[in-house]
RNA sequence: GUGGCCAUAGUUUAACGGUAAAACAUCGGGUUGUGGUCCCGAUGUCGAGGGUUCAACUCCCUCUGGCCACCCCA
């Protein structure tokens, strides 16, 4: 691809507002998108629909409920969960003081809102496991660039209730298939870091390791302070050095509880069965502070000379099993994931399922005069409701612009309806390709229009 | 948040230190009852601000925005 394609600007670069008269009003600067943020506009929206109700007729098929839960929601939401030592909530949330003085934040993602739900409405006695799925955007505040913006969407899916490894598996399987169906070459990468006991223990290994013998000197900077933070995030480092010494450190599976690990080996285990192909990366850690146990990520596969590491997850998730508890509900072990909307469709058209044409046998009805034009209307609506693609234009008066717009359309049949029509109470047909047209009887519309597409 | 590359009509792209061009798209006409082809015409552009210069779309700076890498993640 030549290089002025890639750096070519989508948007926004110029004024298509009148600046001038503007000006004169005091309004010159903002009536701009913010930045990160995107329009998606007319059949860009294809796409997007395609990959929502793929995604949600999995999500039924599978057992889960639709639920919606508001995009604003108390900051301390996040604050506790996500976690503070997570860039998410430490740099990237947009969170204010509202006008009662409440701190809100717009939700970064949907996970705490769809837990806050879940103990809120009493779900604990609803028949277990309780299984929804939620579709809606987020905002992070990031500096924007291809497939990351400041306002994305995620289709997020969760399980509470259900400890068995066979719920993991399962978020693993639906995603799986989702890319699958929608012809998505995927990686799935999977890893365990542990619950609260055996993480613990592994910590303090981990800790030990990159502490001794001047290993600590050799890292760099993000490192050490993730040292002090986070240290799980050492082993996802792409710094040279850094890499080098993950190599040395202990594997977190060694240090896995019997519990642990024999939750882990099942879940590789349905995965092999299934036939669904993994890359066991013990260095995947994940972000987000609330994970225990199994986490995943999926990552686009790329052919060719694309960089590794450039690599955009399009979905991840994991279990969570002390986060309900943590909010304020009984123990509840809990497992989920989110898949990147943006990014899906971005894949989509490169090289997923080709978007259903819609556009076969449209009737196009065209009228001439203000009498006819009133016949017409009743027409389109008899023949909408009998299930045609009627199109129209009536806001139209000449023949000529209603034929324009019919070809636009991809007409395959145009009724025509003039003066001369409605007093031999007939109607014209004109076939579209051929250009040939044929006067019928009015009365007989209906049936000659079903006959002409059926011989299709 | 850090670093690099970039910014010309709605779109894709030209050219030039002497104030801009083509194609496609749009609108109008050729054809006031006939589209898709064809012909003619019109609309519309140097992202914003400052500096250098007799003169800046062109050179310099800042901002804004885009892309790429890092960071992070969906």
């Known amino acids: 691809m030549p290089r002025s394609k890639n750096q070519k600007n ?9 600046k001038e008269e503007l000006k004169q009003k005091g309004l010159s600067e ?14 860009e929206n ?23 839960t508001p995009i604003l929601e108390p900051l301390e939401l996040y604050r506790k969960s996500t976690g503070e030592t997570s860039d998410i ?12 003085g409440e701190k809100v934040a717009l939700r970064p993602e949907i996970t705490p809102s769809l837990v806050r739900a879940y103990i809120e409405n009493g779900m604990l006695n609803l028949p ?17 660039q291809a497939g990351r913006y400041r306002q994305s969407h995620q289709f997020d899916m969760e399980i509470f209730g259900e400890a068995s490894p066979v719920a993991d598996f399962l978020l693993m399987l639906i995603a799986y298939n989702l890319f699958s169906e929608l012809q998505i070459d995927i990686e799935l990468q999977v890893n365990n870091i542990g619950c609260k006991v055996c993480r613990g223990e592994y910590i303090k290994k981990l800790t030990a390791y990159y502490k001794e013998r001047g290993n600590r000197s050799r890292l760099c900077n993000d490192c050490k302070r993730r040292l002090e933070k986070n240290p799980l995030r050492l082993l996802d480092c792409k710094e040279a050095n850094c890499i080098a010494l993950k190599d040395g450190a202990p594997p977190i599976v ?20 299934m036939n669904i192909p993994y890359n066991l990366n013990l260095s995947l850690v994940r972000g987000l502070d609330y994970y225990t146990g199994t986490v995943f990520e999926i990552t686009a596969k790329e052919e060719g000379d694309k960089n ?17 508890e943590f909010f304020g509900g009984r123990p509840t072990p809990t497992c989920g994931f989110a898949i990147g909307i943006e990014r899906t469709v971005a894949k989509i058209k490169t090289a997923g399922v080709p978007l259903e044409k819609d556009d076969k046998n449209i009737i196009f009805i065209a009228q001439l005069g203000d009498a006819a034009r009133r016949k017409a209307m009743g027409l ?9 693609k009627v199109k129209q234009a009536f806001t139209r008066d000449s023949l000529k612009d209603q034929l324009e717009e019919a070809n636009a359309l991809g007409a395959k049949l145009t009724l025509i309806l003039g003066q001369k029509e409605m007093n031999d109470k007939t109607i014209m047909v004109r076939d579209m390709e051929s250009g040939n047209q044929e006067v019928v009887d009015y009365k007989k519309v209906k049936t000659e229009v079903e006959k002409r597409i059926n011989n299709n």
């Open 10 to 18: 989508n948007n926004q670069r110029r004024d298509p507002f009148h």
């Open 30 to 43: 903002k009536f701009v998108r913010l930045r990160g943020m995107k329009d998606i506009i007319f059949e």
């Open 46 to 68: 294809k796409y997007w629909d395609l990959a929502i109700k793929k995604a949600s007729d999995l999500a039924e098929i599978y057992g889960f409920k639709k639920i919606q």
């Open 89 to 100: 909530v430490a740099k990237e949330m947009y969170s204010f003081v509202d006008k009662n």
């Open 128 to 144: 277990h496991p309780v299984k929804m799925y939620s579709f809606g955007p987020i905002f992070r505040h990031e500096k924007p």
């Open 254 to 273: 060694d240090f896995l509880c019997e519990d642990c690990k024999k939750k882990f080996t099942r879940v590789l285990e349905y995965l092999d069965e």
């Open 308 to 324: 590794p590491n450039g690599q955009l997850s399009l979905g991840g998730g994991g279990r969570y099993d002390t986060l309900v």
């Open 380 to 388: 389109f609506e008899e023949l909408r409701k009998s299930g045609l």
